[in-house]
């Protein structure tokens, strides 16, 4: 049979034997930048180039977006019947056999599905239905709807979830059980389905009823999986099932970059592959087409101490020589200043910003770093979780300071009083129009406040603060005095936001006057760089900052990696169990592996965080993290560099 295109020529050694590899089961082990899509892309086109029916073959992935670009990829090298090949998400295939065989597993056959906005609704039309009484701590709908679906996908109860998870509602385990199966009740009473029932269905349909599996794995004879690090356990099920009559099936993906447990992904999934295809053939792509080799020698020396993975050592033909750089900075604020130097320096050397990528375990991690950019003038984007300055808990708690600052700042004032227990819309409205339309400020009747304790406290204290005379930071910790108890009450995940908080209140040390304070967090994104931006329009060329997790597939340049200090990378609440350890090892290990020219790690001498371990004189410090503190890493396979910020608790950046 002659082919018309040249694998050889096109693929790497590795490359080409996972192509060319037809019948029977495969793991295709693809190292970070190893060119997995390349492989599903040309073994699509080659199962049609040798006579199978594209409808025939099954590509299951994580977004219809990949999914149609490697599609169209395949038609490119071959024709436009690599365009007919069943591809779509574990999701919308299960949505196009539903359609098909509703009957068979009790579903009218024109069912609705509920994006995640309608199943939380539903979820929480559920709660107010079960009581209108429950306490104020009671989780809110999408924390009831996470809970629920991850209880569905890790194949756990919901008890297991929330101690595991949600330790803080554990009193109300019994309850969230509860409305999980009204829940499931109502949704089958109104023929509705969410995003995990259409893989509940669909795994159902296949277990029940063998001769549908049957004919389902007939038809499709060869069975392609994406990213299969990132399967959940229904997912894996449904491939073994779809699977059953030939076990033409690849899955391709990385053991290392497993990083997705709280999504309901289960790294063994990947790792038991072959027990589950007893005769599987493991391929490993090694050869990396993305970073240098001095990167790729750390990152290989950091997973090698994995306790569970497939061996492999990524080697590039790329050139370099240069070292990732660690560096030792004083504090969270010095951290934040040597980037900004640094990426001055890069925008020097011609590298553009939007090469350049700040990467960090939590989305609070880059508070301070946000401020600092902001101040300098550099543009940036932040992918997972939303900028610093933007968190609804950060808005609630400068909302009290401008009232502080300016009693007649009416939109402070509207999100404020609707933080107090007792007040509602109208008692809302009837103190702005005393407060701020009548122009008396705190000076109003405190007849109101008879039978409300905690508006009248939360008015004690804004009367109490004299900002012209105290410094900003003492003046936010009297409001958190107050603001956290609030906070408890009205954010489920208070806890997180905790961490927030203390950022503000280092942010705030640094600050003369609670006026200079409020005008830099009341800064716009910036529309002015440091680079020239006369050839391009604003957003073209920001800074990119984004946690670990939202830059899986994604590559720059240059790459600072920050917080590598124990409770950061690995985090706090990873630290009492050992696969959650080494899902942080794998965090690590795909964030330095975005990086193409250079990497730079960074770790906090001091730590400023909430969560802080004094020793014996005081002082707060900081441990490396474990990931750089094994295997001679900071003797063989980084460059020290000293921190030249110019680091001075009492300087202010434009001093």
């Not at 049609?48 to 999914?67: D, Q, Y």
């Not at 997705?260 to 493991?282: E, L, W």
């Not at 070292?323 to 001055?344: A, G």
């Not at 716009?524 to 990119?544: F, Y």
Request: charged fraction near 25%; include cysteine; glycine fraction near 4%.
């Amino acid at each position: 049979m002659s082919f018309q295109i040249d694998y050889p020529k096109e693929l790497n050694p590795a490359q080409l034997e996972a192509v060319l590899s037809v019948d029977g089961p495969y793991l295709v082990i693809a190292g970070a930048g190893s060119g997995k899509t390349r492989v599903l892309v040309y073994r699509t086109a080659h199962l049609v180039e040798r006579g199978v029916a594209p409808e025939r073959i099954l590509l299951l992935t994580f977004t219809r977006r990949s999914s149609r670009e490697m599609l169209k990829r395949a038609a490119s090298l071959l024709d436009e019947r690599c365009q007919q090949v069943s591809g779509g998400t574990f999701h919308s295939f299960a949505n196009f056999i539903l359609r098909r065989y509703a009957e068979h597993v009790n579903l009218p056959r024109f069912f609705s599905i509920m994006d995640q906005d309608d199943a939380e609704s539903a979820v929480n039309l559920v709660r107010t239905q079960m009581s209108r009484n429950l306490d104020k701590r009671f989780p809110k709908k999408n924390t009831l709807l996470s809970i629920i679906s991850k209880s569905i996908n890790k194949g756990l109860t919901v008890d297991d979830v929330v101690c595991e998870e949600y330790p803080q509602f554990a009193e109300w385990s019994q309850v969230i059980e509860h409305i999980k199966q009204e829940y499931i009740r109502y949704k089958h009473n109104l023929a509705l389905l969410d995003y995990d029932d259409l893989l509940v269905y669909l795994r159902k349909l296949l277990q029940d009823h063998s001769e549908i599996r049957a004919h389902l794995s007939e038809y499709y004879q060869y069975i392609m999986v994406d990213e299969y690090q990132d399967t959940n356990k229904m997912q894996a099920e449904i491939v073994r099932l779809l699977a059953v009559s030939h076990n033409n099936v690849m899955v391709v993906g990385d053991d290392s970059q497993s990083i997705y447990s709280f999504r309901g992904a289960h790294f063994k999934n990947i790792i038991d592959f072959p027990q589950i295809f007893k005769s599987t053939k493991v391929i490993t792509l090694e050869e990396n087409y993305r970073s240098t080799q001095p990167i790729l020698d750390l990152t290989n020396e950091v997973i090698n101490s994995a306790g569970e993975k497939f061996e492999k050592a990524l080697f590039t033909r790329n050139g370099g020589e240069t070292l990732p750089v660690y560096v030792d900075v004083y504090n969270e604020n010095s951290q934040s200043r040597y980037i900004v130097n640094k990426i001055l320096e890069l925008c020097r050397d011609n590298v553009s910003l939007n090469e350049i990528a700040i990467l960090f375990r939590s989305g609070w991690h880059s508070n301070d770093l946000e401020v600092e950019l902001a101040s300098s003038g550099i543009p940036f984007v932040k992918y997972g979780g939303q900028k610093f300055i933007e968190a609804a808990h950060i808005k609630d708690v400068l909302a009290c300071l401008q009232i502080v600052y300016n009693p007649l700042s009416e939109i402070a004032w509207q999100r404020v009083l609707m933080l107090v227990k007792g007040v509602g819309a109208r008692t809302a409205t009837n103190l702005i129009e005393e407060i701020v339309r009548q122009r008396k400020g705190l000076a109003i009747d405190e007849t109101i406040f008879e039978k409300k304790p905690e508006l009248r406290q939360l008015f004690k204290i804004l009367k109490d603060i004299d900002w012209t005379v105290e410094r900003p930071a003492k003046v936010l910790k009297t409001l958190l005095d107050f603001y956290t108890p609030l906070l408890m009450v009205h954010y489920d995940d208070y806890e997180k936001r905790l961490n927030d908080l203390g950022s503000l209140e280092n942010i705030a040390q640094r600050y003369p006057t609670l006026e200079e304070f409020l005008t830099d967090m009341a800064l716009e994104p910036p529309e002015k760089s440091l680079v020239d931006k006369s050839a391009r329009t604003h957003g073209e060329n920001d800074l990119i900052l984004s946690t670990i997790h939202s830059a899986k597939g994604l590559e720059w340049h240059t790459v600072f990696l920050i917080y590598l200090a124990e409770g950061y990378l690995p985090s706090y609440q990873s630290m009492s169990s050992d696969p959650a350890i080494e899902e942080e090892r794998r965090l690590f290990y795909v964030a330095a592996t975005r990086a193409k020219n250079q990497l730079y790690l960074l770790r906090p001498q001091i730590d400023t965080s909430p969560r802080r371990s004094w020793d014996t004189t005081g002082s707060m410090y900081t441990q490396v993290s474990r990931f750089l503190d094994e295997g001679g890493i900071l003797s063989k396979f980084v460059t020290l560099e000293t921190d030249r910020s110019g680091y001075n608790p009492a300087r202010s950046w434009d001093d």
